[in-house]
């Protein structure tokens, strides 16, 4: 079936420092794929996708692109804050045949800033 | 807007009792979906609903029912509690999208679920 790899977590930076968390995925088909954070306390929330090979998909200073020829989808921020600390999800979509999405997530990254 | 808003927040059970975490959302969403997650593993589907009336099996269904009476609410049910049904369970919505584009995937807070 398919599945998600997430580098292993925890990771701790300081703030302003460049942000990789590697996410490759095996899959049938050609899913989209996605980036999902988790503030304490809180839900999960979408980060970025992309829907296509070769699409970028970015928000709030972090950006992944889906490459099909490695399978993988890095997300990326070239100077992290205090505020990103949370813990991140690599998640590909599979479409049931009635439409709906079946995410499978990766296991998560924890990622801690320090000042 | 309220959006996706999970009932209780954090319950406690002991082995074999019962118990229904609800899910409702207001956006109108056809999509459901119920999700678990552990330690180390991510978030699994349990069960999801493309509409009113209609359910079906995720990734990890054993041990649980659903039911999607009203296409607003989303329930999932324990009938017999085990502790290996500890975690924290998520609920989520996404909207009817034309062919493979998909919908985005709304949260709510989560319900942590301890079984003794």
């Known amino acids: 079936g398919d599945s998600v790899t997430q580098m292993e977590g925890p990771v701790t930076l300081s703030e302003e420092a460049f942000l990789t968390i590697n996410c490759t995925y095996t899959?049938?088909?050609?899913?989209?794929l996605f980036w999902y954070v988790q503030y304490p306390g809180e839900g999960l929330q979408l980060l970025l996708k992309?829907?296509?090979?070769?699409d970028k998909g970015s928000n709030k200073g972090f950006e992944a692109t889906y490459r099909k020829e490695t399978t993988s989808f890095h997300l990326e921020k070239g100077s992290v804050q205090v505020s990103d600390s949370a813990v991140y999800f690599c998640?590909?979509?599979?479409?049931?045949?009635?439409?709906?999405?079946?995410?499978?997530f990766g296991q998560g990254t924890r990622l801690t800033i320090n000042p | 807007n309220a959006g996706v808003t999970q009932t209780p927040k954090f319950r406690v059970l002991k082995t074999g009792q019962s118990m229904t975490l609800l899910c409702a959302q207001d956006m109108n969403h056809e999509y459901m979906y119920w999700y678990r997650q552990d330690p180390g593993m991510g978030l699994r589907l349990i069960h999801y609903s493309v509409g009113e009336g209609t359910t079906a099996k995720g990734e990890v269904p054993d041990g649980y029912n659903v039911s999607r009476l009203k296409k607003q609410n989303f329930l999932l049910g324990l009938e017999s509690a085990a502790p290996s049904q500890t975690s924290v369970y998520f609920c989520?919505?996404?909207?009817?999208?034309?062919?493979?584009?998909?919908?985005?995937?709304?949260f709510g807070p989560g319900t942590r679920l301890l079984v003794l």
């Open positions: 989520a919505s996404s909207r009817l999208t034309s062919g493979r584009a998909p919908g985005t995937q709304y």
């Open positions: 998640a590909l979509s599979d479409l049931s045949n009635q439409g709906a999405q079946k995410l499978v």
């Open positions: 899959a049938t088909g050609y899913p989209s």
């Open positions: 992309a829907t296509k090979a070769d």
